[in-house]
T-cell receptor
Framework: QKEVEQNSGPLSVPEGAIASLNCTYSDRGSQSFFWYRQYSGKSPELIMSIYSNGDKEDGRFTAQLNKASQYVSLLIRDSQPSDSATYLCAVNPRDTNAGKSTFGDGTTLTVKP | KAGVTQTPRYLIKTRGQQVTLSCSPISGHRSVSWYQQTPGQGLQFLFEYFSETQRNKGNFPGRFSGRQFSNSRSEMNVSTLELGDSALYLC???????????FGSGTRLTVV
């Protein structure tokens, strides 16, 4: 079992729809969770971080964390073609000085005009 | 505020050679992590340096090494290059890894 698993995708949604990206992780003691966006040919860019159970909203993005289910999700509301990218879930394990994130393989999102 | 600077952007090397990649983190960031990204394996953690000390290490062979200088700039070295080392090498800067990373543009290494 991979430490961090994401829907392989690709995921395609129409412009204006809600895109839902999911991630599960195996280390129950994980403390910090991140979502990165990576455009083709570019490096990853941090878009959301979440540390406690519940929802965290930032503009059109909402991250959701459920530690009991070991599940993290990212919702993108009012999806735009510019949101088309690969989204990477990253998890920091417990008991770390936290300079070691484990990444999922990413979910490629396409937003169709 | 300057971002994370990685040099060079592209490298072509021959099997058996060695290579050194450089990373200058965001000013004030003391943590520098290195990742290898390939289509088949995704982002794989190489190592992390904090205040000139290696704080975390991934599951890569000893051919992969790194260091960090007093100004937080970091280098990674790969010796005896193999074809499988062809990848995008990403440097990630953080004030503390628990706040997430800022990535550099990467160095694309091709081994022929």
């Amino acid at each position: 079992q991979k430490e961090v698993e994401q829907n392989s995708g690709p995921l395609s949604v129409p412009e204006g729809a809600i895109a839902s990206l999911n991630c599960t992780y195996s280390d129950r003691g994980s403390q910090s969770f991140f979502w990165y966006r990576q455009y083709s040919g570019k490096s990853p860019e941090l878009i959301m971080s979440i540390y406690s159970n519940g929802d965290k909203e930032d503009g059109r993005f909402t991250a959701q964390l459920n530690k009991a289910s070991q599940y993290v999700s990212l919702l993108i509301r009012d999806s735009q073609p510019s949101d088309s990218a690969t989204y990477l879930c990253a998890v920091n394990p417990r008991d770390t000085n936290a300079g070691k994130s484990t990444f999922g393989d990413g979910t490629t999102l396409t937003v169709k005009p | 505020k300057a971002g994370v600077t990685q040099t060079p952007r592209y490298l072509i090397k021959t099997r058996g050679q060695q290579v050194t990649l450089s990373c200058s983190p965001i000013s004030g960031h003391r943590s520098v992590s290195w990742y290898q990204q390939t289509p088949g394996q995704g982002l794989q953690f190489l190592f992390e340096y904090f205040s000139e000390t290696q704080r975390n290490k991934g599951n890569f062979p000893g051919r992969f090494s790194g260091r960090q200088f007093s100004n937080s700039r970091s280098e990674m070295n790969v010796s005896t290059l193999e074809l499988g080392d062809s990848a995008l090498y990403l440097c990630a800067s953080s004030s503390s890894g628990d706040y997430g990373y800022t990535f550099g543009s990467g160095t694309r290494l091709t081994v022929v």
